[in-house]
């Protein structure tokens, strides 16, 4: 399985872009800055897009791409619990802020065609086995694990708050990405946020390895790229690394992992 980190920030810039994150050239989980880094035919090959929650920081590429799709007849399937669903469809593509692209060109046809995930259950999507999880961040939101046909999988938390290991029972994932968006000079306000700070992923990773009898290497995401707030992440994780006896590295636009 390849994963390439399209955006890994909060904000975008010419260096940064909001989170997106490719799985084999084919299938993206969140569509942040899912366009600015691809070229028109990779962007062609994507099958499927995995949305976490209605922020515009994780949808904003979507229109770009439907676009691409409008201009080449072609259909992108995209995937998320009905809330974003209901968000999308009466604020984003109504044809005010963007051309309804899930009646364009034709109903049967569409640019965008949306599917509903349940939580909790395991669902066939392109050739990929995908559970969504709920999390805790300001609006409805849900963290997906993707396992190919091999069996190697990831599993990627979207914006949440702590509070992760009700879903640790039932994944196996051999890669997390998380989020991280500030560092723990802001651990008391993260939680209300729907955010995690490195302190405050550190006993969410003791419970992982507790209940799991493993822990794979962690890629951090969303981070805030001023402040200095990433040097700070980048310090505190590899405390965190080093006392946990694991990997945690920061995603950045460009990172590419095959596992
Ligand atoms: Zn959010
Ligand atoms: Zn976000």
Redesign the pocket.
């Known amino acids: 399985m390849n994963i390439r980190i399209l955006g890994a920030h ?1 904000l975008e810039s010419t260096t940064t872009q909001f ?1 997106s994150i490719l799985v084999d050239g084919v299938l993206a989980l969140d569509a942040g800055g899912l366009t600015q880094k691809l070229s028109l035919q990779e962007q062609e090959k994507i099958k499927a897009v995995l949305l976490t929650h209605s ?1 515009a ?2 949808i904003e590429g979507l229109a770009g791409l439907a676009m691409h799709a409008f201009l080449s007849n072609i259909t992108i399937e995209v995937y998320a619990i009905a809330d974003t669903i209901t968000a999308l469809t009466t604020h984003v593509f109504n044809s005010v802020i963007h051309p309804n692209f899930t009646r364009m060109p034709s109903p049967d046809k569409p640019a965008l065609r949306f599917h509903t995930i349940k939580p909790n259950r395991t669902q066939n999507i392109n050739d990929y086995s995908i559970f969504a999880f709920p999390v805790r961040h300001s609006v409805p939101s849900v963290g997906y694990q993707v396992t190919d046909q091999e069996g190697k999988s990831i599993l990627y938390t979207g ?1 949440t708050g702590p509070g992760l290991p009700s879903c640790w029972e039932s994944i196996s994932p051999s890669l997390l990405i998380v989020d991280c968006a500030v560092s723990d000079r802001w651990i008391s306000g993260a939680p209300a946020l729907g955010h995690m700070t490195p302190g405050l992923l550190k006993p969410e990773l003791v419970k992982f390895r507790q209940g799991k009898g493993y822990l794979p290497p962690v890629v951090l995401v ?1 981070m805030v790229p001023m402040l200095d707030e990433e040097k700070e992440i980048a310090k505190e994780a590899a405390q965190i690394a080093q006392e946990l006896n694991t990997t945690i590295k920061l995603g950045y636009e460009g990172m590419e992992i095959d596992i």
């Open positions: 909060a989170v922020h920081d994780h914006d969303h």
